[in-house]
């Protein structure tokens, strides 16, 4: 058997530039890992089909779960059995814009090669990721990265300076966002659905910087304005957590998550106190600090 950690990630920009033919967005996104992690265990067995089972949510565990289409591609190429039992922990939200359904089908994609011996080359890993969802090939490498095309194309950046020392705040409220809706709702909002290329770049040349005040005004999510409008509280999660000290708040992904950057943990702290008296326990609430490593699995 063996045991794997699968992180999830924020989206510190996330720009659609339009709709694709392939009905896929074309899109241009800053991604960073997060230590928060989902656990995975993997053991061959000497007979049967992929067996997934989850504890810690209520999530299917036949073939349109992510980490079961993960495994059915690895063995449709490598034409290997499929003696493998699955075990999944779940400790990241669903339907939050963290991705842990992704992670999980990319950690997955990485340990089978691994239990089977490396059949597959990086590059054909690659290739299935981009197949099973445009989340997926970010999660193949534990660092931030600048995500192109419908997402597939990935480039692996350094660490950010401006986000040294700082501490990261995720808040998730007792409901989720639907990812289809959110995409769905940019129509609405053309200038959202046709953004213009060039943002992700450069938010990435301010964060290589050691000011965030000058980066912050360049985070962006094109998603957030119609999920803000359908989910006004999520708009008082901002206003109540740039109250207590933040610097940067943004939606990650389609939602339903907040994530905030504040200056140091006591100041992040102490913007948890004042959240939890305004709005109540019974939303979702993680911390951690960023220390400037570049990988998830530090």
């Not at 993997?42 to 779960?65: F, H, M, P, R």
């Not at 690895?74 to 499929?82: V, W």
């Not at 990935?154 to 959110?182: E, H, I, M, Q, R």
């Not at 046709?194 to 912050?216: F, I, T």
């Amino acid at each position: 058997m063996i045991q794997k950690l699968s992180p999830c990630k924020i989206n510190l920009l996330l720009n659609i530039l339009g709709k694709r033919d392939d009905g896929f967005h074309e899109l241009e996104t800053i991604i960073m890992p997060v230590p928060l992690f989902d656990e995975l265990s993997y053991e061959q067995k000497t007979e049967g089909d992929i067996q997934l089972t989850v504890e810690g949510a209520a999530l299917t565990e036949g073939s349109d779960n992510l980490i079961v289409r993960a495994a059915e591609a690895f063995y449709s190429c490598t034409h290997g059995n499929r003696h493998i039992g699955i075990h999944l922990k779940k400790r990241i939200p669903m339907e939050a814009g963290l991705g842990g359904g992704s992670s999980n089908a990319a950690i997955t994609l990485n340990a089978l090669n691994e239990i089977s011996g490396y059949p597959l080359s990086q590059q054909v890993i690659e290739d299935i990721a981009a197949k099973i969802g445009s989340d997926v090939p970010f999660f193949l490498h534990h660092k931030p990265a600048m995500a192109e095309g419908r997402g597939e194309q990935v480039t692996s950046l350094p660490s950010f300076n401006a986000l040294t020392g700082k501490t990261l705040l995720l808040v998730k409220p007792d409901f989720g966002v639907s990812t289809p809706w959110a995409y769905s709702a940019l129509q609405q909002s053309p200038d959202l659905l046709n953004g213009q290329a060039g943002k992700a770049k450069e938010l990435v040349s301010a964060l290589s910087g050691n000011d965030l005040s000058q980066a912050s005004i360049l985070f962006f999510n094109s998603l957030e304005r119609p999920v803000l409008e359908k989910f006004p509280i999520l708009r008082l999660f901002q206003t109540t957590l740039k109250a207590s000290g933040a610097e940067v708040t943004l939606m990650s992904g389609s939602g339903s998550t907040t994530f905030a950057i504040f200056p140091n943990k006591q100041t992040a702290e102490k913007a948890i106190e004042d959240f939890r008296q305004g709005f109540g326990s019974t939303h979702w609430v993680y911390a951690t600090e960023l220390t400037g490593n570049t990988s998830a699995l530090s």
